[in-house]
């Protein structure tokens, strides 16, 4: 299976900052790469899906970049309702695999 | 708008089985492929099944296989999972999810919570 290794697995930060997340793969997915925002009790929202694409309705805000095996998560000004548990996760390869995490809590 | 509503979930001694349904709105429901992904509590998000639109491409975690069963009912657009054989260890709140492209979801539903304890 291919591992996904997110960085950091929590992180503080104010409103207004520019927050990145880093996600690893064990092996190359090219630009097969998700991720997803889930706040406590609720389901999984996807953000972003192929590395970069935006999914509809998301905020400018959010961003995604790389491929092969590193990738990037970035929100480029922080609002209160972004403080959340941020996942990636890899659909090149059967089966697909989610990173652990990264929460990102208030400052 | 797309709506995913999963049920059935609840609390079932180890050994047990358990239904879960998945009931879609807002889009063609047989046009898509489907997922059932996992969450354990306090835990990261595990996909479990896969099934294609026409019902006959099935994929399992190892996790899983032998012991749960996805199927579809397009007619009924509706999704299922049959779990037998309940461990502990599969305690979790189920989610469906559609299947926009590979196995990438782009709507989950609110999730169901499994409980597997004596």
């Known amino acids: 299976d291919v591992q996904m290794t997110q960085s950091p697995s929590s992180l503080s930060a104010s409103v207004g900052d520019r927050v990145t997340i880093t996600c690893r793969a064990s092996?190359?997915?090219?630009?097969?790469l998700a991720w997803f925002q889930q706040k406590p009790g609720e389901a999984p929202k996807s953000l972003i899906y192929d590395a970069s694409s935006l999914q509809s309705g998301v905020p400018s805000r959010f961003s995604g970049s790389g491929s092969g095996t590193d990738f990037t998560l970035t929100i480029s000004s922080l609002q209160p309702e972004d403080f959340a548990t941020y996942y990636c996760q890899q659909y090149n390869t059967y089966p697909p695999t989610f990173g652990q995490g990264t929460k990102v809590e208030i400052k | 708008q797309v709506l995913l509503v999963e049920s059935g979930g609840g609390l079932v001694k180890p050994g047990g089985s358990l239904r879960l349904s998945c009931a879609a709105s807002?889009?063609?429901?047989?046009?898509?492929?489907m997922n059932w992904i996992r969450q354990a509590p306090g835990k990261g998000l595990e996909w479990i099944a896969h099934?294609?639109?026409?019902?006959?491409?099935?994929y399992y975690a190892d996790s899983v296989k032998g012991r749960f069963t996805i199927s579809r009912d397009n007619a009924k657009k509706s999704l299922y999972l049959q779990m037998t054989s309940l461990r502990a260890e599969d305690t979790a709140v189920y989610y469906c999810?559609?299947?926009?492209?590979?196995?990438?979801?782009?709507?989950w539903g609110q999730g169901t919570l499994v409980t597997v304890s004596s």
């Open positions: 099934i294609s639109s026409s019902g006959s491409t099935i």
């Open positions: 092996q190359g997915i090219s630009k097969f």
């Open positions: 999810a559609r299947n926009l492209k590979l196995y990438y979801s782009d709507y």
């Open positions: 807002g889009f063609p429901f047989g046009d898509y492929y």
